[in-house]
C-alpha cells in the first residue's frame, strides 16, 4: 500500500522538467525582447537621418550635399556605411537647385543584422529598417 510521503519521493524530477519545458519560451522572448530594442533604436536613428537629409534638402542643398550629410551623421552615430544594404534616396533628384515651393523626400534604408537565429528566421535577416521623410523646400 502507498502511502502519501511516496507519493512525495517521486516527484523529486519535477522542477527539472517543469524547467526543461519552460526554459526555451523564456530565452526565445528574452532574445526577441533585446532584438525588437536593437531594431527599434536603429528605426530611431534611421528616422533622424531622414529627417537630417530632407532638411538639408529643404534649405536648399544638392543631392551630393543630401548624401553627405546623411552618410556623416550616420557615421558619427555608429553605422556601418560602407554596407551594400545602406542606401540613400533623393526624390526628386535635382542636378541644380529645386524651386521654392517643392518638396524633397529623402529615403534612408540600413541594414540590422539579427543576431538570435530563431529570430532571424522569423523576421528576416538582415532585417531591412527605412525611414521616409517629406519637406517643402523654403530656401
Not at 14 to 26: F, N
Request: hydrophobic letters at 45%.
Amino acid at each position: 500500500m502507498l502511502r502519501f510521503h511516496d507519493f512525495r519521493k517521486t516527484e523529486r524530477g519535477q522542477a527539472v522538467v517543469e524547467m526543461a519545458l519552460v526554459l526555451p519560451i523564456l530565452v526565445l522572448l528574452v532574445f526577441g525582447i533585446i532584438e525588437f530594442g536593437r531594431v527599434l533604436y536603429t528605426y530611431m536613428i534611421v528616422t533622424d537621418l531622414s529627417r537630417e537629409g530632407a532638411r538639408k534638402g529643404a534649405v536648399g542643398g544638392r543631392d551630393s550635399e543630401i548624401v553627405t550629410t546623411v552618410e556623416d551623421n550616420a557615421g558619427a552615430a555608429g553605422l556601418d556605411i560602407t554596407d551594400p544594404n545602406f542606401t540613400v534616396d533623393v526624390t526628386p533628384a535635382s542636378a541644380g537647385t529645386r524651386a521654392r515651393g517643392t518638396s524633397v523626400t529623402v529615403t534612408v534604408s540600413y541594414p540590422v543584422d539579427i543576431i538570435a537565429p530563431v529570430i532571424g528566421g522569423i523576421i528576416g535577416d538582415p532585417y531591412i529598417v527605412t525611414a521616409r521623410t517629406t519637406m517643402r523646400v523654403e530656401g
